[in-house]
């Protein structure tokens, strides 16, 4: 349920953004992707994922920073990135969650295929 938060939560950023700064199909590629393979619980995928949050979060702080006022919705937004991170790799039920391996992910897809 937790992956699942976090992969609506990486959506809902995408359409406030959408809404405030403009479309950007770069974030929404990566909202969707990060989504899927938060849900397929892949071994190691949570801490991928939670270095992509850790890193829009840090490249974005300096300057949400500056223009607090301004910005002060995208520092929440990047406060609440660094707060899935820890999650996603602090949190034993979520990583227990990934324990699935990508052998058997790649025999599930060739089966469907």
């Known amino acids: 349920m937790i ?9 809902v950023k995408f359409f406030i953004n959408l809404a405030i700064g403009g479309f950007d ?38 300057n949400n920073i500056m223009h607090i006022k301004d910005n002060f919705i995208y520092l929440l937004e990047g406060i609440v990135d660094i707060g899935c991170a820890v999650v996603l790799c602090t949190v034993p039920a979520v990583k227990e969650h990934f324990t699935n391996k990508w052998n058997d992910f790649q025999s599930k897809i060739s089966k469907k295929l």
């Not at 992956?3 to 959506?11: K, N, P, T, V």
């Not at 990060?34 to 992509?52: K, R």
Request: proline fraction near 2%.
């Open 3 to 11: 992956c699942i938060a976090i992969s609506g939560f990486m959506l």
């Open 25 to 62: 199909a770069a974030e929404l590629i990566r909202a969707i992707v990060c989504g899927f393979f938060l849900i397929t619980g892949l071994e190691y995928v949570n801490y991928i994922i939670a270095g992509v949050l850790a890193f829009y979060a840090i490249r974005f702080l300096p």
